[in-house]
């Protein structure tokens, strides 16, 4: 007769249960998670020379070769205005205000910040990423000309260094203010007048600068885009001007 295996009630005991185990899992996880969210928003904070700095040291043995081109990486328009104005240091004393700026001081002291003849003002896109100075045409212009005055090769040496060596172009328009040209000018409107001194920021910056022509846009406004008063003298100084407007490369904005 075959015998009854006796029944063993004994139980497995075990640290915790099986069915918990899964959580410490879970837990790593999430805390991995939370890391790398914080890293994330670290590096969104920093820009293109900080990263720069930071991984120097990298470089073929590292496997980190695509961020040799650092210029790929957007910079804020105030890191670009510091780099710019860098280059000067020792060249050239430029008083830089805010267009804003413009709202809170008086017409006499608009007439004496363009008497000066050492001042650029500049606005921010913060949509565009772009950065806009803006040259006014007594400064940058020998008087009733479209001949650039030698004081300002320095500036456009700077912007046409920076053009050179980052992933950005320039969109340089020509402005005036409503006073009409002379009969027998050279020439007949302010659109063409505005067109001329816009082509020899250009040309200055192709031929002196080699900065490669694509990288370049021209526009002419002529009196449409006032940024003064018209009916001042210092309104219409405001508004004779150049505006050299730098934002990240885009094929697309090429091809339009």
């Keep these: 007769m075959r015998r009854e295996r006796p029944k063993d009630n004994t139980k497995l005991t075990t640290p915790y249960s099986y069915r918990t185990a899964w959580t410490i899992t879970f837990a790593d996880f999430c ?9 994330l928003v670290s590096m969104s904070s920093l820009d293109s020379q900080t990263i720069k700095k930071a991984l120097e040291n990298f470089g073929e043995k590292g496997g980190l070769l695509f961020f040799q081109k650092l210029e790929d990486i957007s910079q804020s328009p105030m890191v670009v205005l510091r780099k710019i104005m860098k280059r ?3 060249d050239q004393s430029i008083e830089l205000k805010r267009i804003e700026e413009l709202q809170n001081i008086s017409e006499e002291e608009l007439s004496q910040l363009i008497g000066s003849g050492k001042f650029m003002l500049y606005k921010i896109d913060d949509k565009s990423k772009g950065l806009t ?5 007594d400064i940058i212009f020998e008087r009733g000309s479209t001949h650039i ?11 046409g260094t920076f053009l050179k060596q980052s992933k950005y172009m320039a969109f340089i328009d020509g402005h005036t203010d409503n006073t009409p040209p002379a009969a027998k000018g050279i020439y007949p409107s302010n659109d063409d007048l505005s067109f ?4 020899s920021v250009l040309d200055y910056l192709v031929s002196r600068e080699k900065v490669p022509p694509e990288k370049l846009a021209i526009g002419a406004y002529g009196d449409r ?5 018209n009916s001042t003298p210092s309104g219409r100084a405001l508004n004779r001007r150049v505006e050299i407007t730098l934002k990240p490369f885009r ?3 090429r091809s339009s």
């Design 149 to 159: 005055n030698p004081s300002l090769f320095p500036l456009l040496s700077a912007i």
């Design 251 to 253: 094929q697309e904005e």
């Design 196 to 199: 001329a001194r816009a082509k």
């Design 88 to 90: 000067l240091e020792g």
């Design 31 to 39: 805390t991995l998670l939370l890391t790398f969210f914080v890293l």
């Design 225 to 229: 885009m006032p940024l003064g008063d």
């Design 133 to 137: 100075l803006i040259l006014n045409n």
